[in-house]
């Protein structure tokens, strides 16, 4: 099926019949949605595209197919909010693969260590999306993996909304904060415990990175294997749910 999506070379206006099909095989999260939200996401897919830029980097020519694989995945988390939360930013930027960006550390004694370091996806704040292409590719076509690293840099991007990804994103009016902050603190050190320990994960060790890594890759996860959220951490995934008004194991059940 992606096979068929990407050697597509029919019109570019919106996302055509045939290409969407493809995408709607390919893309583990879109077959629980019944028709009537699948064509919602389709139409909020191609103002995406009207709104914002896919570009390629690196080398990388991104094809109108290209485009609409990416758009789509960046809407499921906003398929209930609306594309208003991904304002005040332009453009995704695409590599073929691994990228890289300066960084620098601060020693004990204060001295500035320069240095590189690989990257699948980065989310700036007010600024563009970057993705690899080839990590963009893998997470969406293994429909086993509960990664995907569109959805996690995108859910970087509903967080940054509140100034920085720290894992609290602007809340619902009908959202407690405290009742959020107190019920992913917990999930964040049992993970962590979990990943010190050595025993089972709900998803990417990645997660325990900070605050803010915890929650775009739950994100994912809840998008991709939402049964994993619910059987290690149901409170996180009924916050979740709450968050992104959509509830992917009642889609899947049919319900």
């Not at 080839?134 to 996690?152: C, F, K, M, Q, R």
Request: charged share 20%; hydrophobic share 40%; proline share 7%.
């Amino acid at each position: 099926m992606i096979g068929r999506l990407f050697g597509y070379r029919g019109r570019v206006s919106g996302i055509p019949d045939e290409a969407w099909s493809a995408l709607s095989s390919a893309l583990t999260p879109l077959a629980r949605y019944p028709v009537p939200d699948r064509e919602r996401l389709r139409r909020l897919a191609g103002r995406f595209l009207t709104d914002k830029t896919v570009e390629g980097a690196g080398g990388l020519e991104v094809t109108p197919p290209m485009q609409w694989f990416i758009a789509t995945q960046a809407c499921i988390p906003i398929l209930n909010l609306g594309l208003d939360l991904y304002r005040a930013w332009y453009a995704v930027v695409v590599y073929p693969g691994e990228f890289h960006v300066p960084f620098e550390t601060v020693d004990e004694a204060g001295v500035v260590h320069k240095s590189t370091r690989s990257l699948v996806g980065e989310s700036w704040d007010r600024g563009p999306v970057i993705l690899s292409w080839e990590h963009t590719l893998e997470g969406a076509g293994d429909p086993w993996g509960g990664s995907n690293v569109v959805i996690h840099e995108f859910a970087h991007k509903l967080d940054q909304l509140n100034g920085s990804a720290n894992g609290m994103p602007p809340l619902h009016r009908d959202m407690n904060r405290k009742r959020w902050t107190e019920v992913f603190t917990a999930a964040f050190e049992d993970f962590n415990m979990r990943l010190d320990a050595g025993v089972a994960l709900p998803c990417d060790a990645y997660a325990g990175e900070s605050p803010g890594e915890f929650f775009a890759v739950l994100s994912e996860t809840f998008f991709m294997q939402p049964q994993a959220i619910r059987a290690f951490y149901p409170e996180v995934f009924v916050l979740l749910s709450a968050y992104y008004r959509q509830d992917p194991v009642a889609l899947a059940a049919g319900e």
